[in-house]
């Protein structure tokens, strides 16, 4: 079925909002999803920042050796997750995505074991942590590149299109991504042939200590879409509703044979950019005060109370089944122990070569 009317206008001047501060619903269209689903997206948005709250001993204790701090993100995360097919589509994500990772139903343990090095992790320990994947659920694992993963993600829409799959391929990035050249050739090439791909910016205004105004001299990240020729999009990214109304709708547009668009979603992260910056050192108290004042999940707590599903008793719940599926998580990834050095040499090719298997030997040699 082809569409020609859409509920969003791209390239608005101000972020799209359905949900203001107080937890109003200000859209001029009736919001018509069942309680359940609202109440999973809290929960999803919680479990992100439960998620976070977790990274943060990991580091502080030693067992984990790097973390990119997602809080501040969940609403534009959890938002994607439930607009894409989970397990149809593919997802190409970056290295902050952990908690798009929580609601796309990556288990806790893999996470885990990602962040562990360990034999959890089914990719076996090989990258430093925050870079998970999943085969099971098609998401690409991430690289720490930070838009090398754009023209794979156009890649697999053009295939998705030939093959007449019915797939979408959704990628996201950061601010700080929108300049590498990667990023305007692979957005540019899933243009021209029309592909089914969704772009999507979490935008928290910096690339490490690096402010946006010193990025681009851009309005916005969605006006790069007039480059392209493809529609751009601007939305609240702290407002759940708006970040998944939008998505699903971009990504039914794409699917639908319009071909990509580009969706700026304005974050902000609360932590430093990762466990080796000093965020102080650019940007204020008061400002991360403030922008934590404005927090997504209390913003999306507040409208589930004026919807009669929210409830301090619900809350308390929640969170202490949350926080025991985390501990429980942890200890078991923690219980599968190392992964074997000899691993090491496993995967580069599907069949090793001959100097991979001489090299093999000579580190067991050493082993023994
Ligand atoms: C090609 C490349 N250049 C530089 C880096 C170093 N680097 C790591 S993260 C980062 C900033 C990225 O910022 P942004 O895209 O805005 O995402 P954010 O971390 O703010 O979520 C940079 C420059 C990298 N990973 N890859």
Known sequence: MIKDSWTFKPFTDRPIALVDEQGSWVADFPMELPPDFLRGLYRDMLAARLLDEKF??????????????????????????????????????????????????????????????????????????????????????????????????????ISMKLQGTGQVSVCTFGDGATSEGDWYAGINFAAVQGAPAVFACLNNRYAISVDLSHQTAAHTIADKAHAFGIPGYHVDGMDVLASYFVMREVIERARSGHGPVLVELEV???????????????????????????????????????????????????????????????????????????????????????????QRALVQEELR
């Open 268 to 358: 902000y992260r609360y932590g430093p950019h990762s466990s080796a910056d000093d965020d102080l050192r650019y940007r204020s108290k008061e400002e991360v005060e403030a922008a934590k004042r404005r927090d997504p999940i209390e913003r999306f707590r507040r409208f589930l109370e004026k919807q009669g599903l929210w409830n301090l008793e619900w809350e308390e719940m929640l969170r202490a089944d949350l926080k025991a599926q985390i501990d429980r998580a942890l200890e078991e990834a923690e219980a599968m122990g190392e992964v074997p050095a000899l691993a090491m040499f496993d995967d580069v090719f599907a069949e090793p070569t001959w100097n991979l298997i001489e």
């Open 56 to 157: 943060v001993i990991l580091i502080r204790t030693g067992k984990t050796s790097f973390i990119a701090p997602h809080a501040g993100h969940e609403a534009a995360q959890v938002g994607i997750a439930q607009a894409l097919q989970r397990g149809h589509d593919w997802l190409f994500p970056y290295y902050r995505d952990m908690g798009l990772m929580v609601a796309m139903g990556v288990p806790f343990k893999e996470i885990f074991g990602q962040m562990l090095g360990n034999a959890a992790d089914p990719a076996k320990g090989r990258q430093m942590p925050s870079h998970p994947g999943s085969r099971a659920l098609n998401i690409f694992t991430v690289c720490s590149a930070i838009a090398s993963h754009i023209p794979p993600a156009a890649g697999a829409a």
